[in-house]
């Protein structure tokens, strides 16, 4: 695969996803990004803004196995790993896999469960596999977690842990759509009943398992010029010893911003990494990576302005 059919592919995800999902191109497009860099994403936004059908059509159109969890407070680990059960005819025990054996694993209301649910994705998101009863299960190289939260609610819920953040490489805000789209809408979707499905809306599949791998195999040959490298570094080191941030990124951070500019460029057509990749990439995710200070919390600052202003601060190369 070359980098032209790279940015086909892109713009045809991007395409059959928009049939089912009106106004949430961009998201789209980060989701590809994520997807091609071996990231994970967090979707933020109110209820009903279409963040399920959102991830649901994004596997449809790359043909990958899709699975869902609806996080509640009573959920425990091995609700989502699976458990070992005992085969009375075999005299063996057998593991009964759990949802997290899919490819594109949907977590909803993530922070509806407790830290140590929670804490059940943690390697599996970082090493994609999972360890049980003293043994190692594989998942699939292409696993993918896309989970939601719902910002309004403030009983009930565990705030993700810092540490768990950072293993998402982005945190989208997923916002009400403009008048226009949500003509397109309610156009599209008052006259059906139940819950809106991506087929229904056809949606088709654009890729598979080799498309995708042959994908991100291109992006590894997007060039990383010392000069966009040293600009990523500078972004990511402005964050520490802000007077509004108690902490800033970490390099964690830096390598994954690096990663995702370069399946940004892939995308673009482009096998070479530019600043304004970078910039475009930077927000959604250095947001969730930064924490306010107590001051700036009590004055109301929030992490996208300060984030944006360091992107305006920080001097981009030329």
Known sequence: MNLEDVRALGAAIDAEVAKAVVGQSATTRLLTVALLSGGHVLLEGAPGTAKTLLAQSFARTLGLEFGR???????MPGDILGTSLFNFQTSTFELKRG?????????DEINRTPPKTQAALLEAMQERSITIDG??????????????????????????PEAQLDRFLFKLAIDYPDEAAERAI??????????P???????????????????????????????????????????????????GASP????????AARAAAALEGRDY??????????QP??????????????????????????????????
């Open 69 to 75: 969890i609806q996080f509640t407070p009573d959920l």
């Open 99 to 107: 949802p997290v054996f899919t490819e594109l694993l949907l977590a």
């Open 135 to 160: 043994g190692t299960e594989k998942l699939s190289d292409h696993f993918t977690v896309v989970a939601t939260q719902n910002p309004i609610e403030q009983q009930g819920v565990y705030p993700l």
């Open 186 to 195: 309610v156009a599209q979707y008052g006259t059906r009943t139940g819950s």
């Open 197 to 247: 499905r991506p087929e229904d809306s056809g949606v088709a599949q654009v890729a598979d398992h080799a498309g995708i791998a042959a994908a991100s195999e291109t992006v590894l040959g997007v060039k990383l010029a010392d000069e966009v490298i040293a600009y990523v570094v500078a972004l990511i080191r402005s964050t520490r010893g802000h007077p509004d941030l108690a902490n």
């Open 252 to 259: 964690r951070a830096a390598s994954a911003l690096a990663a």
């Open 273 to 282: 990494v530019i600043p304004d990749d970078v910039k475009l990439l930077a």
């Open 285 to 318: 995710l250095l947001r969730h990576r930064v924490v306010l200070s107590p001051a700036a919390e009590i004055d109301g600052r929030r992490a996208d302005d300060i984030v944006a202003q360091l992107i305006d601060r920080v001097e981009a190369p030329r």
